[in-house]
């Protein structure tokens, strides 16, 4: 069985209590929720273990990219190039769509999170709706909201938001693409 990790890090200390993943490889629309800090995903080969958390890594180094401005406006994103991501989840990542091709328009398919943390100090829980989908010529286009609490933490560039170990199995030469840099700084 494939094995993978992922690691959250932050400063303060960011924990989610649900992760909902729409639109991702073998993930139509899936939600992980009843978090805690730490938490355990077990399952057979092909469950989405991967995917799951392939998604959540792809948006979280996307959404943290300083190349990627946040925006209020929930249906515009920025243009990140590909050879500019610190991660893409293979060469052909319009292809990673459930059962369909990602788009360039804005009724396109796309890859969806919704991140939501526990109340804050006021009582207010926190909640974050990014996406991905392909861009007009190269690359893809990336939502991150503005004036959210999630978002800043998300980019934080004090602290690694996020870390896709994949296992030993599963997996081609060459994939997934990850950036030397990034991964140095984990290690």
């Not at 989610?16 to 805690?36: E, G, H, V, Y």
């Not at 991660?87 to 396109?108: C, F, H, Q, V, W």
């Amino acid at each position: 069985m494939a094995s993978s990790s992922l690691l959250f890090l932050s400063e303060p200390q960011m924990d989610f209590t649900s992760i909902r993943i729409k639109n991702f490889k073998a993930i139509n629309d899936a939600t992980l929720s009843d978090l805690a800090k730490f938490n355990v995903i077990v399952g057979t080969n092909g469950s989405v273990k991967s995917s799951a958390l392939q998604a959540l890594h792809w948006v979280l180094q996307s959404g943290r990219n300083l190349a990627v401005d946040t925006n209020r406006d929930k249906d515009k994103g920025a243009t990140l190039s590909a050879s500019d991501a610190n991660y893409m989840p293979s060469p052909d990542y319009k292809n990673a769509g459930y059962k369909i091709l990602y788009g360039n328009r804005k009724t396109a398919p796309k890859l969806e999170i919704e991140l939501i943390s526990p109340p804050d100090e006021d009582g207010e829980a926190m909640n974050a709706h990014l996406w991905i989908r392909a861009a007009r010529n190269e690359g893809i286009t990336v939502h991150v909201p503005s004036s959210n609490k999630i978002t800043a933490q998300i980019r934080n560039q004090g602290r690694e938001i996020s870390a896709y170990i994949p296992g030993l199995a599963g997996h081609s030469r060459g994939w997934p693409s990850c950036r030397l840099p990034a991964a140095r700084r984990l290690f």
